[in-house]
């Protein structure tokens, strides 16, 4: 059983911060990826960014110049740095984590955190 668990949504002006974590628990293998989607009003869900566990990292094209993902590795936490964030920003900012549960596993299982709100409002 794997839980992911965030924290540090709320709610921001426009051109503000947020920091958001994401820490896992339970037992695995490997952690291949973890990072973050969002899904705004009326949206699909979309990659934010995410970090393999290589250390390199993906981004959304239109969000590498104002947000940043880093992991501890050590303890299973993924954080996302958010500056400059616009009203387009507003958003449910899901964790997720791509998991090797068993050496003998066949392939990653796709983990999801319950999701946390970010508002970027005047």
């Known amino acids: 059983q794997v839980q992911l668990v965030e924290s540090g949504g709320g709610l921001v002006h426009p051109g503000g911060s947020l920091k958001l974590s994401c820490a896992a628990s339970g037992t695995w293998f490997e952690i291949k990826s973890m990072g973050w989607y969002r899904q705004g009003p009326g949206k699909e869900r979309e990659l934010v960014a995410t970090?393999?566990?290589?250390?390199?990292?993906k981004y959304a094209d239109s969000l590498s110049d104002r947000f940043a993902v880093t992991r501890d590795f050590a303890q299973n936490t993924v954080y996302l740095q958010m500056n400059g964030l616009e009203p387009e920003d507003t958003a449910v900012y899901y964790c997720?984590?791509?998991?090797?549960?068993?050496?003998?596993?066949?392939?990653?299982?796709?983990?999801w955190g319950q999701g946390t709100q970010v508002t970027v409002s005047s």
């Open positions: 997720h984590a791509d998991i090797v549960p068993t050496y003998y596993s066949p392939g990653t299982y796709y983990y």
């Open positions: 970090m393999f566990s290589t250390g390199n990292a």
